[in-house]
């Protein structure tokens, strides 16, 4: 009995450590870059992206501004759109597939310049099959991948922010 267990914990130690010798990473845990200065997040109105991107920088300890003036990156969210698309249409006239699309608009200033040194949006899209018969699991299945774009546009803002960081500071 000891023999089994010791062979099944030596052959997932074997099968870790030959995923991470080839990179594999899990989906969502890469880290987008390390942002040391104090960051500034704001938004036109209520914005997911804004709360969601403030929750990541202040659980990598990131220091938040209470302003853009006494921060050295600044984001401020313009606008923050969701839309959806029918791509196809079954021979009984109801919906088969749908795309999503979640976008963000943003400026982007580092250090003490007035003007935004970047001004740029963020898209991404997703697809899925529409279950007509399962109406309450599609529009859970919905809101799934909104959450999931979501947090990718946040990872690629995080990853935005470390990038014109760097720029300035060479």
């Known amino acids: 009995m000891k ?3 010791l062979r099944t914990v030596f052959l997932c130690a074997l099968l870790a450590l030959c995923l991470s010798a080839c990179g594999f990473k899990l989906r969502g845990f890469g880290d987008p870059g390390v942002i040391t200065q104090p960051a500034h997040v704001s938004a036109y109105a209520f914005s997911e992206v804004a709360d969601d991107l403030k929750r990541s920088l202040a659980n ?3 220091e938040l501004a209470e302003n853009a003036k006494t921060a050295a990156i600044s984001v401020h969210i313009t606008d923050e759109r969701t839309r959806s698309r029918t791509l196809s249409v079954g021979s009984d006239t109801r919906v088969r597939d749908i795309e999503l699309t979640y976008s963000v608009s943003f400026t982007l200033s580092v250090g003490e310049s007035e003007k935004a040194d970047v001004t740029e949006t963020l898209t991404t899209s997703r697809d ?4 007509s018969s399962g109406v309450l699991g599609s529009a859970d299945e919905e809101d799934l991948l909104f959450d999931e774009m979501r947090r990718e546009l946040v990872s690629r803002l995080r990853s935005r922010m470390v990038l014109a960081s760097a720029e300035k500071q060479e």
Do not use: K, M
């Open 60 to 62: 990598s300890e990131v």
């Open 3 to 5: 023999r089994t267990n």
């Open 128 to 131: 899925y099959t529409f279950d």
